[in-house]
């Protein structure tokens, strides 16, 4: 059983970029977690991923609730956009 929370900064055991833990699974991915992170060499474009969580560490000190609603308001427009270009849906 995995000890993550919601805003728990992960990383792959592997290495690979700093991830934020979302909090959500959803039973479609076998019980695999969601991770956002922005991909590099990229104009900050958010990521998104799902990941088993046997194969994540946690990397950083867990985000405040207040800190967590912050990066929420803030990316919450181009997280939006990403998952509408991704899933092929333009809102029309």
Not at 4 to 26: A, C, H, N, W
Not at 28 to 51: M, N, P, R
């Amino acid at each position: 059983m995995f000890e993550f929370k919601e805003g728990d900064v992960v990383q792959l055991k592997s290495g690979g970029p700093k991830m934020t833990y979302t909090g959500r699974e959803i039973a479609g991915h076998k019980g695999k977690v969601e991770c956002l992170w922005f991909a590099e060499g990229t104009d900050s474009k958010l990521e998104s991923g799902w990941f088993p969580p046997n194969l994540l560490i946690l990397v950083d000190e867990p985000r405040s609730s207040e800190q967590i609603q912050k990066l929420r308001e803030k990316y919450a427009e181009r997280f939006e956009k990403n998952v509408s270009e991704s899933t092929g849906e333009n809102g029309s």
